[in-house]
């Protein structure tokens, strides 16, 4: 019996609670009991509403509502659900900042996880675009596009007028939206001789002192400075690193498609390996918020009894929380030799939601001659839903907020911990300065 006066209620201070993703179960896939589960849920959001400024999919759902016949939820189309769907991207952020009804609340509403169990059935029904599944194949198309024949043309293609009018009609890829550039000297190939083997390292609390990290494909293929920037500063402050014996993307894309078939194949491909480094002595870490929380939340919610998934979990890092953890113990090097300046610092959703706090503000901070300005707002990014005709427009509204505060503030630097957010800034400002990631910038710091 629940004790008097702990019952779950609007407001209530208990910690949120996800449950496993029962995707396994056939009834998760059963349209009927979907189209149900989504009618409850939008119904609640229809009285709440206080997720309205966060992505696109509330206000479709509360226009939907207020332009039905009866102006509640048993007056719009079921036929039109999926629109509220199709403008979620996953953040979290609505389960995690705003709703009062989460897990352990008694209407046990998980939004994130009923779009994704929406996105799930849409895709085994056959209904998804060859454009949505050209663009979650982040492997394959930077295994192709980093062939240094191909890079050339594809990067020029990318900012060709011509070529992106061309992309946008056949395959539905805004012109103006940023493409990542491609490069065939990747972090792998740079990285080739880089072994690990004897590495001497100092715990220090939570850390064992040597990282295995984890590339991600975007590390790998698009911007693979960043993992060079990463290995610097670790190094630079006694973490010795070695990069993981292979990876697979990480799944996130595949998730956001709702091919969970796809992301379980890539949870094979991956966790062996990592929990292999991890029995070894190796904390990993990955310079991709995204990424880290794969590993940190969305697998081990898919697979909860999978023993593998679960060491995986406990032993991966966001690289500044790794250094502030190290911080902690007084493992951390000061000398700086350069100050930052005013920085304006985005973080990143997937940031957030991990419950970390604020460690790369933290680390940054510590630089001296340095200020922050820190902006808690979505990008409207997403890795693929920006880059989409039907979306793109509506993604750079989301961002403006973010984009008039960078303008606002005129820093010397603005950054992001997601270099796609970054990006996508860049794009709002459209002032020729590009966005520099904080370890970059923490390398910058250190002279090294």
Known sequence: ??????????????????????????????????????????????????????????????????????????????????QVVDHCYLCDLCFMTKCPYVPPHEWNVDFPHLMLRAKAVKFRSGDVKTRDKLLTNTDGVGRFAGIPVVVQAVNAANKSGAMRKLLDKTLGVHPEAVLPEYHSDTLRKRLKHRKGDGAVATPAGRTRGKVALFATCYGNYNEPDLGEDLIAVFEHNDIPVRLAEKERCCGMPKLELGDLEAVARAKEANIPVLAKLVDEGWDIVAPIPSCVLMFKQELPLMFPDDPDVAKVKQAIFDPFEYLMLRHKEER??????????????????????????????????LVPGTTIETIERCSGHDGTYAVKSEYHEISMKICKPVVNRVQQSMPDHYSSDCPMAGHQIENGLRDGKEPEHPMSLLRLAYGI
């Open 1 to 82: 019996m629940t004790p008097v006066g702990d019952e779950p209620r609007e407001g209530n201070l208990r910690a949120p609670t996800r449950h496993p993703l029962d995707w396994r179960n056939p009834v998760f896939y059963d349209a009927e009991a979907l189209t149900k589960e989504l009618e409850r849920v939008f119904d609640i959001c229809h009285g709440c509403r206080r997720c309205v400024s966060l992505c696109h999919a509330f206000p479709t759902l509360f226009d939907l509502v207020d332009n039905s016949p009866t102006m509640e939820v048993d007056g719009v189309k079921k036929s039109d659900y999926g």
């Open 332 to 365: 951390l090097k000061m000398d700086f030799t350069k100050e930052l300046g005013s920085i304006s610092y985005h973080v990143p959703c997937h940031l957030r939601v991990q419950n970390i706090g604020l460690k790369t503000r933290e680390m940054l901070n």
